[in-house]
T-cell receptor
Framework: AQSVAQPEDQVNVAEGNPLTVKCTYS??????LFWYVQYPNRGLQFLLK??????LVKGSYGFEAEFNKSQTSFHLKKPSALVSDSALYFC????????????FGQGTTLQVKP | DTEVTQTPKHLVMGMTNKKSLKCEQH?????MYWYKQKAKKPPELMFV???????INESVPSRFSPECPNSSLLNLHLHALQPEDSALYLC???????????FGPGTRLTVL
């Protein structure tokens, strides 16, 4: 069965420092991987995806993610964090079949302090 | 237009009421989804519509009844809900089941 793990409930980083939010996955076949961000009392916003191709994927708001097949990881990164990046981040993998069902990780709260 | 809209933003209902949630997208997406989300938890999939046909029902209780009147519109009819059904209900759409999903802002539902 497909699964996603986000090992950290919370990540704290100082503004201006690089940030990493970790995600590992377990899939049968090739993974379709996604990152979403959720601000308080809002819906989820799509940040980026990996389907195939270059292992470094660039997304919205300066975020990028690195796909590592050998480590089955898809960590989200940003070179310089902003206070406004503080939010809840979800990693997801598409389930098998063509239903579009996403398997979400438990989420990681990112806190960026001034 | 790259937006998914949901109405109402907030809804308070008693356990004997009947109400409906509405979701609309004009991106030409052919897959639409209903999720339920509790605070600080990941969204839980409830239903998937693909090309206006119900393709997934994640064993959701019959007090939730989805409807897809056309390719742009998705409704969720609510009847005889329980207090534990209080949550944020999110709608999403995608080009197909292989593409990223775009989420609406959600309806905050409180069942008294």
């Amino acid at each position: 069965a497909q699964s996603v793990a986000q090992p950290e409930d919370q990540v704290n980083v100082a503004e201006g420092n690089p940030l990493t939010v970790k995600c590992t996955y377990s899939v049968s076949g090739n993974p379709y991987l996604f990152w979403y961000v959720q601000y308080p009392n809002r819906g989820l916003q799509f940040l980026l995806k990996y389907i195939t191709g270059d292992n470094l994927v660039k997304g919205s708001y300066g975020f990028e993610a690195e796909f590592n097949k050998s480590q089955t990881s898809f960590h989200l990164k940003k070179p310089s964090a902003l206070v406004s990046d503080s939010a809840l981040y979800f990693c997801a993998v598409r389930d098998t079949g063509n239903t579009g069902k996403l398997i979400f990780g438990q989420g990681t709260t990112l806190q960026v302090k001034p | 237009d790259t937006e998914v809209t949901q109405t109402p933003k907030h809804l308070v209902m008693g356990m004997t009421n009947k109400k409906s949630l509405k979701c609309e997208q004009h991106m030409g997406h052919r897959a639409m989804y209903w999720y339920k989300q509790k605070a600080k938890k990941p969204p839980e999939l409830m239903f998937v519509y693909s090309y206006e046909k119900l393709s997934i029902n994640e064993s959701v209780p019959s007090r939730f009844s989805p409807e897809c009147p056309n390719s742009s519109l998705l409704n969720l009819h609510l009847h005889a809900l329980q207090p534990e059904d209080s949550a944020l209900y999110l709608c999403a759409s995608s080009q197909t089941g292989y593409n990223e999903q775009f989420f609406g802002p959600g309806t905050r539902l409180t069942v008294l």
